[in-house]
């Protein structure tokens, strides 16, 4: 099956620092999703991108969808101490079952 | 954003005991999901619905069983727990059509002594 693999798999930043992470895949999606989950709640959903070279933002979060359609990217500009949590991509192609990544942890540093 | 709710939120309970893990949503999607997942682990698929009377096993196995006897109601069911069931179940829940995202339920976490 597909399978996609997010990195990096942690992040140590302090706060106001920029951040980038990316998903990538084995073979081509339709539809990039990025999602956060905050301890002991489910995913939210951040962005959904639809079009290979899409860039859509919201906020501080800007994602990308690979022009290969095998990648993604998340920013998040000006991190705050509410960023922190678990990040994670996930790709859909045709009618197959979403595919989530293995996720990012990010953490900031006092 | 869509009402997906699940209940119980976090449930304790012995090895052999019957759990159901109830999900309701509000928003008529048609397309429902039970994920399991570690805690700060990514997220495996147990079961899926497309539909009313419609149930399929997803990617990992699991010793659960759902229903969908109703659009809005997509119960999973452990007839006999035991410790290597205990995990957060989460579930969602999409609209039918095209690659739509799914939203999430804040999850139960169990724990089976």
């Known amino acids: 099956g597909q399978q996609l693999n997010q990195s990096p798999q942690s992040m140590f930043i302090q706060e106001g620092e920029d951040v980038s992470m990316n998903c990538t895949s084995s073979?081509?999606?339709?539809?990039w999703l990025w999602y956060k989950q905050d301890p002991g709640e489910g995913p939210v959903l951040l962005i959904a991108l639809y079009k290979a070279g899409e860039l859509t933002s919201n906020g501080r979060l800007t994602a990308q969808f690979g022009i290969t359609r095998k990648d993604s990217f998340l920013n998040i500009s000006a991190s705050i101490p509410s960023d922190v949590g678990i990040y994670f991509c996930?790709?859909?192609?045709?009618?197959?079952?979403?595919?989530f990544g293995t996720g990012t942890r990010l953490t900031i540093i006092p | 954003e869509a009402d997906i709710y699940q209940t119980p939120r976090y449930l304790v309970i012995g090895t052999g005991k019957k759990i159901t893990l109830e999900c309701s949503q509000t928003m008529g999607h048609d397309k429902m999901y039970w994920y399991q997942q570690d805690p700060g682990m990514e997220l495996h698929l147990i079961h899926y619905?497309?539909?009313?009377?419609?149930?399929e096993k997803g990617d990992l196995s699991s010793e659960s069983t759902v229903s969908r006897i109703r659009t809005e109601h997509f119960p999973l069911t452990l007839e006999s727990a035991r410790p290597s069931h205990t995990s957060q179940y989460l579930c969602?829940?999409?609209?039918?059509?095209?690659?739509?995202?799914?939203?999430f339920g804040d999850g139960t976490r169990l724990s089976i002594l």
């Open positions: 073979s081509i999606f339709n539809t």
């Open positions: 619905s497309y539909g009313v009377n419609s149930t």
């Open positions: 996930a790709g859909h192609f045709g009618n197959e079952k979403l595919t």
């Open positions: 969602a829940s999409s609209p039918t059509g095209g690659e739509q995202p799914q939203h």
